[in-house]
């Protein structure tokens, strides 16, 4: 559909949703966290070991961080972004299967997240410009719910297809298919233009210049990428430990993604009743839990536990941080979207760096445990400076606007 002119022609809300949800599906389905179900493929296959995974996933993450730095500079506008963020994750996935040299893959893992990143920032820039153009914000949680679909989708897609024996080479190309028709239904979706928004007067005058998106929120949400990525990544190390049935492996990213997409579809009601930094700061609280509950007892069952209250909170987080942000800052959101995504990108890069320091050439579990106290005690002073925050911005209003009238008449 063509949106050229946003005063003519309006899109439908459930367009916008529609689009929004299929261009992050690829983007961290398969941009960012198709490595996830497919490594230990690799793995079986001998294509690599684990010390090659590590530096593949640490240039996926480091792509990231460039991504959302550069996302501000791209003079395209947010749409085109999106549509050619998704072209690059095609192309670098399907070649994944084509190539069989390390650096060669890690050029490619590069590019597939600095993609992500672009293709994060600039569709949170004109879906929720859209969806608030449109009076339906609630639809930000289908929007995020994209991120959960594609980690679903695509570890479901994996698990079934190494039962019926598909290379991960194969499987490769199939996922650079899969992400080339999701491309197409976008493109076909997404309106053309943002949406021309007169900013009511009352709240142009109440935001000041120094309303830009606060450090301490940018801080906190670094916060929450160093707390999220050493549960994510390690928590089906960890069951490993514990279980031996293989079964539960492939289940577990699937159960992980489907977590994360109902959570924000859930989390869509409460961010119109309460304040979306309070929310965020509830999240980051539950996912100190999540990374505490393995340190303390190691079970299947702590695993399980953390697993739900991580796959269940980082997407909520991730909503209600990009939402708090863009509306904190007057004018294009663009570059206060990407400086949060690079404060996630850079404790995402930094937590597995400090768990592999601390640990050593040991086997064991010690430097992972204490990397993910230390992500805890992060996600919970970060909770309590939110909720500090927010009771700050709201306690002097009841005293500050009769004397603001009274001053005026």
Not at 65 to 92: K, N
Not at 253 to 277: D, E, N
Request: charged letters at 10%; hydrophobic letters at 55%.
């Amino acid at each position: 559909m063509s949106n050229a002119s946003p005063n003519s022609t309006r899109p439908s809300s459930l367009a916008v949703c529609i689009a929004g949800l299929l261009v992050l599906a690829v983007a961290m389905g398969v941009g960012r966290f198709a490595f996830t179900p497919l490594l230990p493929l690799m793995i079986q296959t001998d294509s690599v070991d684990v010390a090659a995974g590590g530096w593949l996933a640490t240039a996926n993450y480091a792509g990231y961080l460039v991504g959302a730095l550069t996302t501000g500079r791209l003079r395209l506008t947010p749409q085109r972004i999106g549509l050619v963020a998704l072209a690059a994750i095609v192309v670098s996935t399907a070649a994944m299967g084509l190539a069989s040299s390390l650096s060669i893959w890690l050029l490619l893992r590069f590019v597939a997240g600095a993609a992500s990143a672009w293709a994060l920032v600039s569709t949170s820039v004109w879906c929720l410009a859209w969806l608030t153009r449109l009076e339906r914000s609630a639809g930000a949680g289908v929007l995020f719910a994209g991120v959960g679909a594609g980690i679903a989708f695509v570890g479901l897609y994996c698990w079934r297809a190494s039962v019926a024996s598909v290379s991960p080479d194969g499987l490769w190309q199939q996922l650079g298919a899969v992400a080339l028709v999701s491309l197409l239904a976008a493109a076909a979706l997404m309106p053309r233009a943002l949406p021309i928004e007169a900013a009511p007067p009352q709240r142009a005058a109440a935001v000041a210049p120094s309303s830009a998106t606060p450090w301490g929120l940018v801080i906190c949400y670094g916060a929450l990428g160093f707390g999220y990525i050493l549960p994510a990544t390690f928590l089906p190390v960890l069951a490993r430990a514990v279980v031996h049935d293989p079964s539960v492996f492939g289940a577990a990213w699937p159960v992980f993604g489907a977590a994360a997409a109902l959570s924000t579809l859930v989390a869509s009601w409460f961010l119109g009743r309460v304040p979306r930094r309070r929310v965020l700061a509830c999240s980051l609280g539950l996912m100190a839990t999540g990374c505490l509950l393995p340190v303390l007892h190691l079970s299947a069952l702590t695993v399980l536990v953390a697993a739900m209250l991580v796959g269940g909170t980082f997407m909520v987080a991730t909503m209600a941080g990009m939402q708090e942000a863009r509306d904190s800052t007057v004018g294009d959101p663009t570059q206060a979207l990407g400086r949060m995504t690079a404060a996630f990108a850079i404790g995402q890069i930094a937590a597995p760096v400090l768990s592999s320091t601390l640990s050593g050439p040991t086997q064991g579990f010690g430097g992972l445990f204490i990397a993910l106290v230390a992500g805890a005690v992060a996600l919970l002073a970060s909770a309590g400076w939110l909720m500090r925050a927010d009771h700050k911005i709201k306690s002097p209003q009841p005293l500050l606007d009769p004397l603001r009238e009274h001053m005026t008449r």
